[in-house]
């Protein structure tokens, strides 16, 4: 058990629709990072977040926006849904001391399927 | 900018044979390097990592990888293979972003199967 949490794990929905994935770090650490894992298209790094604030960007689509909350949790949130957006989110988080190497640790996942 | 390559998509191995995962980077800072496990249906967890101590690193489920500069190949290595280690393998480099934020840079993963 890595310490994150992410829900819910599974999510099934129509094209078009819009649905919320939440994301829980481990005790202490500050930044949260989002990832989308389809079978054509390998891990992705979506956009990490750092104490509330936007840090770095992925390849994440303009129908997709994150945000972390003061208490660190954060969520995904992924509007206008296409059938290729089914895939497993996951989300990841790390202490990103400064100087220090990012060594993530992941949740379990949520897998999205767009009907 | 920093990269990395893993040279293998898939790799098969015999239960009891050695396991042989190979991995290049290039960084222009002196990198930390992690290996990353996924089982099926499972999250990700790391195996191990380097971060400019040893060159060999010894990780969880009796993997190691050595960190060779020369080379700038940070590969994954088991001497037994056993059936539970049939997953997805991934590389990753610590690398910096254009803000001169550090972030990781992941390879394409390498599927190992493991034969009876």
């Known amino acids: 058990d890595s310490g994150v949490t992410q829900t819910p794990k599974h999510l099934i929905t129509a094209t078009g629709q819009r649905v919320t994935l939440r994301c829980s770090p481990r005790?202490?650490?500050?930044?949260v990072y989002w990832y989308q894992q389809s079978l054509d298209q390998g891990l992705q790094f979506l956009i990490q977040y750092y104490n509330g604030e936007e840090r770095a960007k992925g390849n994440i689509l303009e129908r997709f926006s994150a945000q972390q909350f003061p208490d660190l949790h954060s969520e995904l949130n992924l509007s206008s849904l296409e059938l290729g957006d089914s895939a497993l989110y996951f989300c990841a988080s790390s202490a990103n001391l400064a100087g220090a190497y990012n060594e993530q640790f992941f949740g379990p996942g949520t897998r999205l399927t767009v009907l | 900018a920093q990269s990395v390559t893993q040279l293998d998509s898939h790799v098969s191995v015999s239960e009891g044979t050695p396991v042989l995962l190979r991995c290049n980077y290039s960084s222009s800072y002196s990198p930390s390097l992690f290996w990353y496990v996924q089982h099926p249906n499972k999250g990700l967890q790391l195996l191990l990592k380097?971060?400019?101590?040893a060159t060999l690193v010894k990780g969880i489920n009796g993997f190691e990888a050595e960190f060779k500069k020369s080379e700038t190949s940070f590969h994954l290595t088991k001497p037994s293979a056993h059936m539970s280690d049939a997953a997805e393998y991934f590389c990753v480099v610590s690398g910096r972003n254009a803000g001169n934020n550090r972030k990781l840079i992941w390879g394409l993963g390498t599927s190992l199967a493991v034969n009876p």
């Open positions: 005790s202490g650490d500050l930044s």
């Open positions: 380097y971060t400019s101590a």
